[in-house]
């Protein structure tokens, strides 16, 4: 890959990756800030939006009109999850928007974009991922599932441009609340350093 987008909603998820990269920071407005940096023969951008579905999408779509398409977006973050295990990168498979419910046609995803297979990263679970405009805390959804805020803003955008995305989410919670700001202080739960080996696979 000659040019690969780092997708975070979070600040402190993005400075994490940042400064693990020695990415420099390079604009920084109300929609979106973004850092920069080469590795090898890889330009290397990272974007951060923002948390949730419309900030994500307001900042991704605002990046993409202003810049250079990348020829991968990888989004990484934290994430809750029904049961996969705590502090655990994974792997997402496919995208779904929690909300979306057009009674008889349409449940959890569009017709017509944000269906794509992810990319797949070899030795990680592979699970699928709702996108929700809140906090999960409890789920009809009977399978073993991801839920986040912002992907399936960030699967519809790369859809709709034609790019190829791969999404990795650290599990910070199994839809508890009170788990989740304790394990915000639990820094093998909550590092990111973890994520760079997947990266650099992308790195030519």
Request: hydrophobic share 40%.
């Given at each position: 890959m000659k040019n690969i987008l780092i997708h975070c909603a979070m600040a402190k998820e993005g400075e994490i990756i940042a400064k693990k990269l020695e990415l420099v920071k390079n604009i920084e407005d109300k929609i979106y800030a973004t850092y920069k940096g080469k590795i090898k023969e890889t330009e290397i951008n990272l974007?951060?939006?923002?948390?949730?579905k419309q900030?994500?999408?307001?900042?991704?779509t605002k990046y993409l009109c202003e810049n250079e398409k990348p020829e991968i977006?990888?989004?990484?973050?934290y994430a809750g999850s029904t049961s996969a295990e705590i502090g655990k990168w994974v792997n997402i498979s496919k995208s779904y928007n929690l909300e979306w419910h057009i009674p008889g046609e349409e449940k959890y995803s569009m017709n017509d974009f944000g269906n794509e297979e992810?990319?797949?990263?070899?030795?990680?679970?592979?699970?699928p991922c709702y996108s929700?405009?809140?906090?999960?805390?409890?789920?009809d959804i009977k399978e073993k599932v991801i839920f986040d805020m912002e992907l399936h803003s960030v699967s519809i955008i790369a859809d709709m441009y034609k790019i190829k995305l791969l999404s990795l989410k650290k599990i910070s919670d199994n839809l508890n609340m009170d788990d989740y700001?304790?394990?915000?202080?639990?820094?093998?739960?909550?590092?990111?350093?973890?994520?760079i080996p997947y990266i650099e696979k992308y790195i030519k």
């Open positions: 974007v951060i939006t923002g948390i949730g900030k994500t999408a307001i900042g991704l977006i990888i989004n990484i973050g992810l990319e797949k990263i070899e030795g990680l679970e592979k699970l929700s405009e809140t906090f999960v805390t409890k789920t700001y304790k394990n915000i202080k639990t820094e093998n739960i909550m590092e990111l350093e973890s994520s």
